[in-house]
């Protein structure tokens, strides 16, 4: 079923209505996480801890559970032209909790993602984290979160690719911020290629505050790889200049 036929399905609900529906979704992604990221780590175990097909359930099987648990549909375009044989750095504008499914679900390679620190320690979807190397900043230490990000070397000598949401924080839909500097100096410290990558859509589907979820559709567009051998840390917010007006352009492309 479409976003759109599941919209008009239950565009007449009263606000009682989405209040209940909301409730039922919230607790199938609670039951779905809860079932399926323990299974992800007896995976880990019985692959003898390496992480490929791990990530890959998150991809296939958890993202879009919860992709057809909110209605949303996703419309992805540019994607099929890349070389992801090799590790890059996706970063991304950041309108929703729900954007990490829908890169999960296109990006065509094991993904690990920057998450803020209070993630770590939220039952089972931090075991998970952590189990998968996935990279844990605090945003209001910038020290620490460089080191912590420059433990994301580890990840490229495996052959994974990291994500990151470099405004460091949910913006409001149509809005992108200023892009942080930091995930820009370890691309640059590894000579890591970049690839710009816009969401449209996913702050109606789930707002910021509460737990809102609306049927709709997420646009995600994928732009050129950037990239970063033989630049200096004094390039890295020119760099970061850089992949914020490809993610707007890729956004405004969306819209046409």
């Given amino acids: 079923m479409?976003?759109?036929?599941?919209?008009?399905?239950?565009?007449?609900?009263?606000?009682?209505?989405?209040?209940?529906?909301?409730?039922?979704q919230l607790l199938f992604t609670i039951g779905w996480t809860t079932v399926l990221l323990p299974f992800a780590l007896l995976v880990l175990v019985l692959c003898g801890g390496k992480r490929h097909w791990s990530l890959r359930m998150a991809s296939r099987i958890w993202a879009p559970g919860l992709l057809a648990g909110a209605g949303a549909r996703i419309v992805a375009n540019g994607?099929?032209?890349?070389?992801?044989?090799?590790?890059?750095?996706?970063?991304?504008?950041?309108?929703?909790?729900?954007?990490?499914?829908?890169?999960f679900r296109?990006?065509?390679?094991?993904?690990c993602f920057v998450m803020k620190d209070e993630l770590a320690r939220v039952p089972v979807v931090g075991t998970y984290a952590r189990a998968m190397g996935m990279v844990f900043?605090?945003?209001?230490?910038?020290?620490?979160?460089?080191?912590?990000?420059?433990?994301a070397a580890q990840l490229?000598?495996?052959?994974?690719?990291?994500?990151?949401?470099?405004?460091?924080?949910?913006g409001k839909p149509g809005h992108i911020?200023?892009?942080?500097?930091?995930?820009?100096?370890?691309?640059?410290?590894?000579?890591?290629?970049?690839?710009p990558v816009s969401i449209e859509g996913s702050g109606e589907v789930l707002p910021v505050r509460g737990f809102k979820v609306r049927p709709g559709v997420i646009r995600i567009r994928a732009g050129?790889?950037?990239?970063?051998?033989?630049?200096?840390q004094g390039d890295r917010m020119a760099l970061a200049s850089r992949c914020r007006d490809a993610v707007i352009a890729l956004r405004d492309a969306s819209r046409n």
């Fill in 2 to 24: 479409s976003a759109t036929s599941t919209s008009m399905r239950f565009g007449a609900l009263s606000g009682f209505g989405w209040r209940v529906l909301n409730a039922l």
């Fill in 156 to 170: 490229f000598a495996e052959g994974l690719s990291v994500c990151g949401f470099p405004e460091g924080t949910r």
């Fill in 137 to 151: 900043i605090e945003r209001q230490a910038a020290r620490a979160a460089t080191r912590q990000l420059g433990n």
């Fill in 224 to 232: 050129e790889l950037i990239q970063t051998r033989g630049l200096q």
């Fill in 106 to 111: 296109v990006l065509p390679v094991p993904l």
């Fill in 79 to 103: 994607f099929d032209t890349l070389d992801f044989s090799k590790p890059c750095i996706v970063v991304a504008n950041h309108q929703s909790m729900i954007d990490t499914c829908a890169l």
């Fill in 177 to 195: 911020g200023p892009f942080r500097g930091g995930i820009f100096k370890l691309a640059i410290d590894c000579g890591i290629p970049i690839l």
